[in-house]
T-cell receptor
């Protein structure tokens, strides 16, 4: 069974600084990987996805993520954080079974300081 | 296209009652999945429906059930509500055609409070 670990519960970043959120997954084959963002009281918005091919994927809002098979990681990055990026970020893994089941990490809450 | 819609957005129920939540997927999407989000357990998969058939089910008791209609709209039902069922219930739709995994698009959720 697949699983996801997001080791950082909270991260505080100054506005304008760079950001990296960590995600490690466990899955026996090449997984499908996703990053979602959730603002308070809202649903989840898809930031980006990795299915195959280029290991560096670009998403919306200036986010990117890199798939590293050797480290079982899919870290999310942004070169310059804006105050509006404050939210909770979830990494998720899906199995290549055809079923639309995602397994989510516990999330990382991003705080942006002025 | 309009996004995933869920109704109602907020619901307060009493222990022992039952509740039905509704989800309308993005037009053209035939796969609908449901997730429960709580502070203690995080996001957990409930079940997925595709073309009116349940394809996959998470590890939840039989009190949790769902169905999908021919227009892909889906409902989930929770019977004999317990305090621990208080959660944000999220519905997601995907353009899955049945053969592979696709990205899922989430609705705003239904906040259920059980008192």
């Amino acid at each position: 069974a697949q699983s996801v670990t997001q080791p950082d519960i909270h991260i505080t970043v100054s506005e304008g600084a760079s950001l990296e959120l960590r995600c490690n997954y466990s899955y026996g084959a090449t997984p499908y990987l996703f990053w979602y963002v959730q603002s308070p009281g809202q649903g989840l918005q898809l930031l980006l996805k990795y299915f195959s091919g280029d290991t560096l994927v670009q998403g919306i809002k200036g986010f990117e993520a890199e798939f590293k098979r050797s480290q079982s990681s899919f870290n999310l990055r942004k070169p310059s954080v804006h105050w509006s990026d404050a939210a909770e970020y979830f990494c998720a893994v899906g199995a290549r079974t055809g079923f639309q089941k995602l397994v989510f990490g516990t999330g990382t809450r991003l705080l942006v300081s002025p | 296209k309009a996004g995933v819609t869920q109704t109602p957005r907020y619901l307060i129920k009493t222990r022992g009652q039952q509740v039905t939540l509704s989800c309308s997927p993005i037009s053209g999407h035939r796969s609908v999945s449901w997730y429960q989000q709580t502070p203690g357990q995080g996001l957990q998969f409930l079940f997925e429906y595709f073309s009116e058939t349940q394809r996959n089910k998470g590890n939840f008791p039989g009190r949790f059930s769902g169905r999908q209609f021919s227009n892909s709209r889906s409902e989930m039902n929770v019977s004999t509500l317990e305090l621990g069922d208080s959660a944000l219930y999220l519905c997601a739709s995907s353009p899955s055609t049945g053969g592979d995994i696709y990205e899922q698009y989430f609705g705003p959720g239904t906040r259920l409070t059980v008192t």
